[in-house]
């Protein structure tokens, strides 16, 4: 490791409480950059305790009640006419893939057992996107079938 990159290394870290095991090894054999470490070390000991802007009163937890209230998650939504455009191209290409050349070739050259795994990827790939369509509008299908069906979902 190179002194510019082991002193850069170290300004990256958040807090010394972990430091790498390669940087630990640099820092034990060369006296440059470990006296430059325990110099920055000093430093920010001194800018953490000689702060300007004291405080007699903990104002920590009111500045963290104000970000969490102004930070608000906003929801991004894709629209109904989206979801199904996307689900009929992934419906239709596993049904057209047995028509395709490439499809045929490969079934010619290795025979019918291609199509099973092929079939089991394809079922996957359907199956992981109903999962992310069930998971992403789940209350909008669950008030959909609380209006038009008899049976109640909990």
Request: some cysteine; hydrophobic content about 40%; glycine content about 4%.
């Amino acid at each position: 490791m190179k002194c510019s990159k082991a002193v850069e290394d170290y300004l990256k870290l958040e807090n010394n409480s972990h430091t790498p095991f390669v940087l630990k090894l640099h820092l034990m054999f060369c006296k440059g950059c470990r006296n430059e470490v325990l110099r920055l070390k000093k430093v920010f000991h001194l800018l953490k305790d000689d702060s300007v802007y004291k405080s007699p009163y903990d104002i920590r937890t009111s500045v963290m009640d104000i970000i969490r209230s102004e930070s608000v998650y906003v929801v991004k939504t894709i629209s109904g006419f989206k979801w199904v455009t996307i689900g009929s191209i992934i419906f239709f290409s596993i049904l057209l893939i047995n028509f395709s050349d490439s499809f045929l070739w490969l079934k010619d050259e290795f025979g019918s057992d291609y199509t099973i795994p092929m079939s089991i990827v394809m079922g996957f790939i359907f199956s992981a996107y109903s999962a992310v369509l069930i998971g992403c509008n789940y209350e909008s299908i669950k008030k959909y079938l609380e209006l038009h069906y008899k049976w109640k979902i909990k």
